[in-house]
């Protein structure tokens, strides 16, 4: 007898235990959380012609045990756009991830990503990143390119004229064709138009901002240029800078540098002319010019500036003398001009 009801309790314990055991794997798999799967964390579209809008359809399934709520889906370009089926994914179910690829304007190999933000507490920012790869058809196309497409010119006085330079460069394999640009008018330019770049050729841009008409203050304008390139067949380009009013000085000097050629056809010595002009109001002296080297000679030795008034120097340029001396094929030479300036002492 007594052996009986120590089988019955030993029996009943065996059925406790497993009780509990049963119940607490059940309670242990109701409490996984969610858990996003994806079909394809990347996907390749492979070699599509230019313009080509491929599309994907990627299924989402819900892993876990408890309801998977989509917070948001975007990707990383406007090109890629994907949309799901439903935001709320119920436990061992699966809804579809639409993605589409708009290559317009895109050359060659091309990588973007779709990020999904969910619940799935697994996941890095709670965001599965999904990539997607696409590689575009070459055309035979012109391909415009720019070394620089900004300037500051920074403080300038009016009057000023900086220059800046760039280079447009047809990285494509046919004919690049710049056939217009809207520029203002205080702009000078060494584009004739239709301007026509050979594959792999460049062309050096010269601009020259000529700033005499140009109101006082604040530069912020824009320059376009038109090409046949099917993707960038409009670039522009900022100019920024401000403008103030031009300081003149008491002496001008006009040219600050000249540039003297000892050329064969002619054996005429080469006579180059200075302008000094004083915008002052007190008299200027001169007292003295002088010359580095002989062969460079000033027809004056000096002169006096009146208020206002402008006057020439002349400098000649004696060629026999300059080729016997000169050793060198060019040489930078100057002009030395000695000023008085009048200091008033009282006592």
């Known amino acids: 007898m007594r052996k009986k009801i120590v089988s019955i309790v030993f029996l009943v314990v065996i059925v406790i235990l497993g009780f509990v055991v049963v119940s607490d794997y059940i309670q242990n798999k109701s409490s996984q959380p969610p858990q996003l799967i994806v079909s394809e964390e990347e996907w390749d579209f492979g070699i599509v012609k230019p313009d080509a809008k491929p599309t994907h359809i990627f299924i989402i399934k819900n ?3 408890e309801d998977l709520l989509i917070e948001r889906v975007r990707s990383s370009c406007g090109c890629l756009k994907a949309s799901i089926s439903s935001k709320r994914i119920s436990p061992g179910k699966s809804v579809e991830l639409k993605a589409t690829f708009d290559t317009t304007g895109y050359r060659g190999k091309v990588k973007k990503d779709i990020y999904i933000k969910s619940n799935d507490s697994r996941e890095p920012g709670l965001e599965k990143k999904i990539s997607v790869h696409v590689e575009v058809e070459h055309q035979i196309e012109p391909i415009i390119s720019v070394s620089q497409n900004e300037w500051n010119l920074g403080l300038i006085s009016q009057e000023d004229k900086p220059i800046f330079e760039f280079i447009i460069e047809n990285k ?4 690049l064709i710049i056939d217009k640009m809207d520029i203002y008018k205080h702009i000078n ?3 004739s138009f239709p301007l026509i770049i050979l594959p792999g050729e460049k062309y050096k841009v010269t601009w020259i901002y000529d700033s005499t008409e140009h109101q006082l203050g604040e530069i ?3 320059v376009i240029i038109y090409s046949n390139d099917p993707i960038r067949k409009a670039i522009s380009f900022r100019i920024l800078g401000y403008i103030k009013e031009k300081n003149k000085p008491a002496l001008s000097i006009y040219p600050i540098v000249a540039n003297l050629s000892l050329a064969t056809n002619s054996e005429v010595d080469t006579i180059e002319k200075f302008t000094f002009e004083n915008f002052g109001d007190e008299l200027v002296k001169i007292v003295s010019i002088k010359s580095s080297v002989d062969y460079l000679t000033p ?7 009146k208020s206002q008034e402008k006057q020439d120097l002349q400098v000649v340029l004696m060629k026999d003398k300059a080729r016997e001396e000169m050793e060198e094929n060019q040489v930078k030479e100057y002009l030395y001009l000695t000023i ?3 200091v008033n002492i009282s006592k």
């Open 299 to 305: 027809l004056k030795n000096d002169f006096i500036l």
């Open 172 to 175: 494509g394999d046919e004919d």
């Open 189 to 191: 330019y060494n584009i």
């Open 340 to 342: 008085a300036i009048p």
């Open 220 to 222: 912020r304008e824009s």
């Open 63 to 65: 892993a876990g045990d």
